[in-house]
Nanobody
């Protein structure tokens, strides 16, 4: 059974940092892409970052470039999202997802077919 479990969310002050983890079970990281998405209050789900399994290429939304870093530990079957210099607009539920088929929508939810349950990130003073 495929399962993705996010952890590491919480409440942080503006300018602070958090590291999210996505632990996968039921499959190894041979999915085409592992991505992080977020959905803020009243907003659509949007792509934050993703990593391509074949060569480790990484992609970021413009809004998080230079602040967020995606990485993976194949031995632990875990993908991380290091988030620095957090802003109030980063407040959202963050989801981990896996794409099991080739896709050009690697920064869009429709490209992914396995999802975690989400973890809340709140940036507030």
């Amino acid at each position: 059974q495929v399962q993705l479990v996010e952890s590491g969310g919480g409440l942080v002050q503006p300018g602070g940092s958090l590291r999210l983890s996505c632990a996968a079970s039921g499959f190894t990281f041979d999915r085409y892409y592992i991505g992080w998405f977020r959905q803020g209050p009243g907003k659509e789900r949007e792509g934050v970052s993703c990593i391509k399994s074949s060569d480790g290429s990484t992609y970021y939304a413009d809004s998080v470039k230079g602040r967020f870093t995606i990485s993976r530990d194949n031995a632990k079957n875990t993908v991380y999202l290091q988030m620095n210099d957090l802003k109030s607009e980063d407040t959202a539920v963050y989801y981990c997802a896996a794409a099991s088929k080739p896709t050009t929508y690697y920064m869009h939810p429709e490209g992914y077919d396995e999802w975690g349950q989400g973890t809340q990130v709140t940036v507030s003073s």
